[in-house]
């Protein structure tokens, strides 16, 4: 029935600050602004998108919570990706990577409004 995922939606609370937050510390690019509220992102090698929605109200997010979060593979080993995040004071919830399997570890982190990306890599 489905082919792909088009885009992920993220809604946040501040357009600007989650814009911030995706383009410099985790390398999206801009590829629309479309106003006080709407913003188009894309990865650098332009296999993800996220449609940034502001204007949102926050609700409390954890672990234990049922959402949709969304997985990102990194393109250098997961412990590698980890480092450079906890480095830019990104708020991880785990404290090393976590293996899958043989070849795959990852681990959690959350935007500046609470919603969880998990980040997959190699181990």
């Known amino acids: ?6 885009a992920v ?3 946040v609370t501040d357009k600007e ?20 509220n709407l913003c188009f992102l894309r990865s650098a090698n332009g296999s993800v998108d996220i449609y940034l929605e502001g204007g ?9 919570t049922a959402r949709l ?3 990102l593979r990194s393109v250098a080993p997961a412990s590698a990706t980890f480092a450079v995040l906890r480095e830019a004071g990104v708020q991880l ?5 976590q293996p899958v399997d ?18 997959c890599g190699d181990r």
Do not use: H, W
């Open 69 to 71: 979060s969304f997985f």
């Open 93 to 97: 919830l785990q404290d090393e990577p």
């Open 56 to 64: 949102m109200k926050a609700s409390a997010m954890d672990n234990s």
């Open 17 to 36: 600050r989650a814009k911030e937050f995706y383009t410099s510390t985790l390398g999206f690019e801009v590829a629309a602004d479309v106003g006080p």
């Open 1 to 6: 029935m489905f082919k792909s995922v088009g």
């Open 102 to 119: 043989d070849s795959t570890a990852c681990f959690q982190l959350l935007d500046p409004d609470g919603n969880i990306i998990e980040v």
């Open 9 to 11: 939606a993220v809604y």
